[in-house]
């Protein structure tokens, strides 16, 4: 049974910084590359990084420069730096496989709110 478990959101200030931490036990963590998903209210899940088991990186256009996605093999954890935050970036955040793969269930998520 796959698990991922999504920790390290928060209440933080525009312009301040967050350290989101994706644990993913089972098998996928070492086959597949991961994505950080984010989801704000009345909108769609999307993907805003993804990271290869390679460490090859790819980021939606609206965190480039301010997101570092980041994963450790050895501990099966994936990371994501959020640096320069802004309102818009308020949303709880979810890590999955990146694509998504059928069988995969969602974590919880960890809510992200941006606000002064």
């Given at each position: 049974q796959v698990q991922l478990v999504e920790s390290g959101g928060g209440l933080v200030q525009p312009g301040g910084s967050l350290r989101?931490?994706?644990?993913?036990s089972g098998t996928i963590f070492s086959i597949f590359a991961m994505g950080w998903y984010r989801?704000?209210?009345g909108k769609q899940r999307e993907l805003v990084a993804s990271i290869t088991?390679?460490?090859?990186?790819?980021y939606t256009d609206s965190v480039k420069g301010r997101f570092t996605i980041s994963r450790d093999n050895a501990k099966n954890?994936?990371?994501l730096?959020?640096?320069?935050?802004k309102p818009e970036d308020t949303a709880v955040y979810y890590c999955n496989t990146a694509p998504l793969r059928v069988g995969v269930k969602w974590g919880q998520g960890t809510q992200v709110t941006v606000s002064s």
């Open positions: 989101l931490s994706c644990a993913a989801q704000a209210p088991r390679g460490g090859s990186t790819t954890t994936v990371y730096q959020m640096n320069s935050l």
